[in-house]
């Protein structure tokens, strides 16, 4: 063998990924529909959450979703209750999804029927980080219960997401939550990230967050004229 | 934890390079985000089972880490994050998400050993 020599190949790791997303954001573009990507920790109220999102949305909006999980379909079946169509993209021992797993879930989707399409990603505050799912807005989710040092935990999630919801504000009293210092919290790692405080439960602070997805969906469309 | 998902990745990508070039692979070298979400020890503990039973079985994963570099709108330069908890100019304390360095999950070189040719 010759002396080893070091060649530059400069190859993004996850670029095949990068590639599927960037596809899937045009097709969404294409048919007007608008994106939103779920990220939480397990037990933060998800699905709850993704379920009166839903219920809420559809007297005005055609909504759909898609829901990553570990195992089970449990969460498919809550959501159904919406009446909104709904798939269930289990991902076995896969901690959190990736583009062409959403490219699957939706071959057989007419996307261009949709207004609002919801991916809830497997619960999980480190994985998902990484993977670009070609979605228009990615909104990170924790509830009062989980502290409010959690962004400064997992910054890296925080800071890639677009919006911040804190929900079971019913609980917050309960559990002493300090609104100010999770604001601070969420500031410090992504500055200038817009904030809803609400109850899925209660309904209390919906009505703000549902107004915000109706503009981002009228600026999304009027961007991308269908 | 992706990071096994993660290390098969950067060994399908060393292999290709690889098969092109008819090279031996000896070592990957990896740029790595501090923004990437990717764990580096988690990362190097997957590296072993990853290059299992490939052709650049037994290369070395060497990391080098990337720090986050954001743009100061204030001081108008780039400036390096101090912590992670705080995207703020380390000089002058504005916020700033102008982020302009730290998410690199790269393969930028690999270290090689010309097969040789059979007499």
Known sequence: MSEPRLVEVRRNVLKQNDVIARALREQFRAAGVFVVSLVSSPGSGKTMFLERTLTRLQPKYRVAALVGDLATENDAVRLARSKAPVRQITTGTVCHLEAAMVQNALQEWDLNQLDFLFIENVGNLVCPSSYDLGENLRLVLMSVTEGEDKPLKYPTIFNSADVAVITKHELAAAVEFDWEAARKSIESVRPGMQIFRLSAKTGEGMESYLDFLGQRLAEHRALAPT | ?119
């Open chain 2, 1 to 119: 934890m992706h990071e096994l998902s993660i290390a098969m990745g950067i060994v399908d990508a060393a292999v290709e390079e690889a098969k092109q070039r008819g090279a031996h692979v000896t070592g990957v070298h990896l740029r790595l985000g501090a923004l990437s979400g990717v764990v580096k020890d988690a990362l190097l503990f997957s590296w072993d089972v990853a290059c299992q039973d490939t052709m650049i079985e037994g290369a070395r994963l060497l990391i080098e880490d990337v720090p986050v570099v954001v743009f100061c709108p204030q001081c108008r330069q780039d400036r390096q994050l101090e912590s992670m908890q705080s995207f703020t100019c380390p000089e002058c304390g504005t916020p700033t998400m102008d982020v302009r360095q730290g998410k690199e999950l790269e393969v930028f070189a690999l270290e090689v050993e010309e097969e040789e040719i059979p007499k």
